[in-house]
């Protein structure tokens, strides 16, 4: 990696080619292609994309349509969203220069390049962070009188009650670790709050010691609020590190502190597990301890700690000046957490729809969901649905003397889940409940592992899928007995089962009964659990046999309908798009005229509006209130001219799967079709809303530069989001 111990972000002049945040209305790529002689030329690097992403997340602090708490959020999210960033992309890049720095992305970049973008744009982007936390959020929260106080703004009786509180709850979990031949630098868990403190005088073993380390155990808050009859009831706090900070030489008696710094560390936090674990299970309770300390890839530190003391730090961990980040501010803000009773800062709360099918006054006298879902296929669109149609559901199958048995796939959950807390009751009511568990669902396999012995205790059976494919289809089937027949009831979903996330995450749900899509479920369940063939589906498109296969045919198609003049048309939303084969089919499909409108959530590494490559291809960005999570895709497939039987011929599925090589080879992905017609029209509807969204979109251009679309003259501002709030929860 290039040396820049000279300057902790680039040069203006470089600012000025890949300025990531232009005012915000745009965020600009690296111009790399200059050096490029190849088909490289055609993809931006997937690392880099992200790191957009998360700036775009980054500008919503600043948009004041957000209320000022929620732009608060925003500066959080970001914070979290960097440090995974580097936990795991940076992480697996470094792994890769180590290992020769071989390229390995289609964007024809050398691992060691990509890093330095990172390490320009990143500097820039946490620097711009900051910026905003104390240029403009801080203060717009004062007005507010919303206070994080400073040392010195504390009067004479919070001061008091400030070095009470250290004395009685912060001094007795601290460790001061004194840095000497018996006392070597401890080893620091990753992403932990730790202070250097320069010390000068002898200890009480005559000792010379001029340097310890006082970590702060997790378990203190962050952040304090001060008693309401020392501030008049009103939200003041303090940050645990002002707190520390004001009373560091409490703990070194008789010695002088000449400084104390806060820092933190990021680690490597991926685990890497071999294909032919034993117990799958057990290989993951080991790795799990190994994140907590992992291989060193980010130190952070205030930007008034002394220079010889970071030089220590970094010559301590191994790291270079290119991966210290000085920040004018608390080291974590993902631990700035708040809970301010004040509903004007914040978004207003809504009441969450419930379908029309599943209302009790929609229901004939002694019907329950089974008959509503047997009548129709019925969507759920959450957030703007409530997720109380999938818990009752399963609640119901519980109590039903008819249900025989509940199939379930979980990739995020808890033991306190309502889903997973009805799979137990289900089960200890002796109906037949098998749960596919995937453990391996980053950042929550400790949550996973404990879900899967609480379901095992209940009598559920439980099983992991399969070693070296991650199970992260959304599927759930409840088998009842009717008048002698055995009938299929199934959920399909684009999110998790997770209601947490069904708050925030934007995702689709489909209550079906259709014969051969829930034979098609059963049928991939089978395979989860136990041996042979992949399964023969007939409506799923089934990852990692014929998702990819399908889509690369459906494209295909598109393009034949095309070149014989008919209507060929593609609209796909998703989370990523990454994969080189579909990239490249999209290419040829636009050269032969196929109209291609994309909504990517985060990374894309697709070139649109390419001169003679993509110049039918558009690609937006969807970034407001909600995490845009719904996968859908629509191929026109001519249908503007009915088949012999009258019907329309075009194709819409909802999926689990991004088009991404992890998603459509290395996991077990459902993708299930739109066939009713009143669902179809929602979905279709919905899509053409983001599509002319002006409020929260960003487009992005053939030089990689994201440019956030307004209102034109004249032209009302639209939000898909506001308008699906509106539409739907004014109808519950």
């Known amino acids: ?229 020392l501030t008049g009831g009103k939200e003041h706090h303090i940050m645990l590190t002002a707190v520390i900070h004001g009373h560091i030489e409490d703990l070194f008696p008789g010695m002088t502190v000449t400084g104390c710094h806060q820092f933190r560390l990021t680690r490597n936090a991926d685990l890497d597990l071999s294909d032919d674990v034993e117990d799958l299970a057990k290989a993951l309770e080991g790795e799990l301890e190994n994140r907590r300390f992992g291989a060193k890839v980010r130190l952070e530190v205030t930007t008034y700690c002394p220079q010889p003391m970071v030089d220590y730090l970094l010559d301590e961990f191994g790291l270079s000046q290119e991966q210290l980040y000085r920040v004018n501010g608390p080291v974590n803000l993902t631990r700035l957490l708040f809970d301010f009773k004040i509903p004007n800062l914040r978004y207003q709360p809504f009441n969450h729809a419930i379908p029309k099918a599943f209302r009790r006054d929609s229901l004939d006298k002694n ?36 249900v025989l048995a509940i199939k379930q796939t979980l990739y995020r959950s808890g033991t306190n889940s309502e889903i997973v807390q009805a799979l137990a009751e289900a089960a200890r009511k002796g109906k037949e409940v098998t749960a596919v568990i995937e453990l391996r669902a980053r950042f929550d396999e400790k949550s996973n592992i404990e879900v899967a012995n609480f379901l095992q205790q209940a009598g559920a059976v439980v099983v992991y899928g399969i070693v070296g494919y991650k199970t992260h289809a959304k599927l759930m089937m409840i088998v009842r007995r009717e008048e002698d027949k055995i009938r299929r009831y199934v959920h399909l979903g684009t999110g998790n089962y997770h209601a947490g996330n069904a708050k925030a995450y934007t995702d689709y749900g489909l209550f079906t009964a259709n014969e051969a899509i829930t034979e098609d479920v059963h049928k991939i369940f089978n395979e989860l659990t136990g041996m042979g063939k992949p399964a023969k589906v007939q409506k799923l498109l089934h990852a990692p046999f014929t998702l990819h296969d399908r889509l690369m045919g459906f494209i295909d198609n598109e393009i034949a309908h095309a070149k014989a003049g008919k209507e060929a048309h593609i609209i796909i939303k998703v989370n990523a798009m990454t994969e080189k084969l579909l990239i490249d089919k999209l290419y040829e499909a636009s050269q032969a005229g196929v109209k291609v409108n994309l909504i990517i959530r985060s990374m894309c590494c697709i070139r649109p509006q390419l001169p003679g490559i993509s110049d039918n291809i558009t690609v937006r960005s969807i970034v407001g209130r909600f995490l845009e999570h719904t996968r859908v895709y629509y191929f026109a497939n001519g249908h503007q001219n009915p088949n012999a039987n009258g019907k329309r011929t075009h194709r819409l599925y909802c999926a689990s799967a991004d088009w991404m090589d992890r998603n459509l080879f290395s996991r077990v992905e459902v993708a299930f079709p739109i066939e009713d017609p009143i669902v179809f029209k929602r979905i279709m509807e919905d899509l053409h809303n983001y599509l002319k969204d002006n409020v929260n979109a960003w487009e992005l251009d053939a030089k990689g530069t994201w440019r956030a679309i307004t209102p034109r003259e004249g032209e009302a501002a639209f939000s898909a989001q506001d308008y699906l709030l509106t539409k739907i929860t004014r109808k519950s």
């Open 1 to 229: 990696m290039p040396n820049t111990a000279k300057q902790d972000k680039p040069s203006e002049e470089h600012v000025s080619q890949i300025n990531p945040i232009l005012g915000f209305n745009s965020i600009c790529y690296p111009n790399v292609f200059e050096s490029q002689q190849d088909d490289s030329e055609l993809y931006f690097n997937r690392e880099l994309s992200l790191l957009q992403f998360h700036q775009r997340v980054l500008a919503q602090a600043t948009n004041p349509r957000h209320p000022l708490l929620e732009r608060l959020f925003f500066l959080i999210i970001f914070s979290s969203n960097l440090d995974e960033f580097f936990e795991i992309r940076v992480a697996g890049l470094m792994q890769k220069v180590q290992m020769g720095d071989v390229v390995s992305s289609i964007d024809g970049m050398r691992p060691s390049k990509v890093l330095s973008y990172i390490s320009e744009i990143a500097h820039h982007a946490v620097d711009e962070q900051y910026r905003i936390l104390n240029d403009e959020i801080l203060p717009a929260l004062a007005e507010q009188d919303i206070r994080y106080l400073k040392r010195d703004e504390l009067t004479p009786e919070q001061a008091a009650w400030v070095k009470k509180y250290f004395a009685e709850q912060v001094a007795p979990v601290l460790t001061p670790i004194s840095i000497d031949p018996a006392h070597p630098f401890p080893r620091l868990v990753n992403k932990s709050l730790n202070f250097m403190v320069g010390l000068e005088g002898k200890d009480g073993f005559g000792r010379d010691i001029n340097m310890a380390i006082v970590p702060a155990p997790r378990s203190l808050p962050r952040v304090i609020r001060l008693p309401n009859e």
């Open 367 to 402: 019907e329950n969901v089974f008959h509503a879902i047997r009548k129709q296929d019925v969507l759920v669109h959450h957030p703007f649905h409530s997720f109380s149609p999938v818990v009752n559901i399963l609640r119901q199958a519980a109590n039903d003397p008819h």
